[in-house]
């Protein structure tokens, strides 16, 4: 993938400017994206991302993605649903994404909004905790490529009225890492604490609306967010 992004995109017929298309095309996907959870709440993240993938390519052939299938025994696990080549800052370089899917939606039925948030990021839990996020970081480095969650939910969560948000990788871990506490006088070794509950907000804000990508007003806006790590 990295490659094809040095090469520069396949060329199209067509030569006229492509940013305001894409930037509000993809407003109007997140849009859509919305009234499809909200209307469907059990639709799954693998259906949202097929639906993403055919979008996709109906607004630019130049999209291109790989799903990733389940690993073979033996064979090391990537942690992500799928690769990603987004054609956005230009049109002469591609931003290759290694992504893994998460649908969060509040309030949570029966129970308090934040429940659940940090176990499922924590996948699959159990004696390998945050084994599908070590991956998901390990696998990008050696690919070269920018390991991203991507965060389905409905535009219902305060300050964030979009349904699609990339968040980096390193970013979720630090939501995960227990706190250190100061070390007593004697002690061996520093105690930790539980952080507090993970909301949906925290997660949200630590990343950015996915249309943005492909706007420039909108990277003008928050240079930060586009180097955070």
């Given amino acids: 993938m990295s490659d094809t992004a040095m090469r520069g995109p396949p060329s199209t017929a067509s030569a006229q400017p492509w940013w305001s298309d894409l930037c509000s095309l993809n407003l109007s996907l997140d849009i859509d994206v919305q009234h499809f959870v909200r209307n469907v709440p059990s639709v ?43 054609w956005v800052l230009d049109s002469f370089r591609a931003l290759p994404l290694l ?58 969560c305060l300050g964030h009225p979009f349904a699609l948000h990339l968040v980096r990788a390193k970013r979720i871990k630090s939501f995960l ?29 630590a990343g950015r609306p996915l249309h943005s990508l492909f706007c420039p007003a909108s990277l003008k806006r928050h240079p930060a967010r586009t180097q955070s790590s």
């Fill in 177 to 205: 890492l227990p706190l250190p506490m100061p070390i007593k006088p004697g002690a061996l070794l520093p105690k930790r604490k539980r952080r507090p509950a993970l909301q949906l907000e925290q997660i949200l804000a």
């Fill in 44 to 86: 799954g993240e693998e259906s949202l991302s097929d639906y993403l993938f055919w979008k996709w390519r109906l607004l630019d052939a130049r999209f291109k993605f790989l799903t990733v299938e389940p690993s073979e025994s033996g064979e090391p696990d990537t942690g992500a649903d799928f690769l990603l080549e987004l």
């Fill in 99 to 156: 992504i893994q899917a998460k649908k969060f939606i509040e309030p949570v039925p029966h129970g308090p909004p934040w429940q659940g948030y940090r176990q499922k990021l924590l996948y699959p839990g159990g004696d390998s905790p945050a084994y599908q996020l070590n991956s998901l970081i390990q696998c990008a480095d050696t690919m070269r490529m920018s390991p991203c969650y991507l965060i389905y939910s409905d535009g219902r």
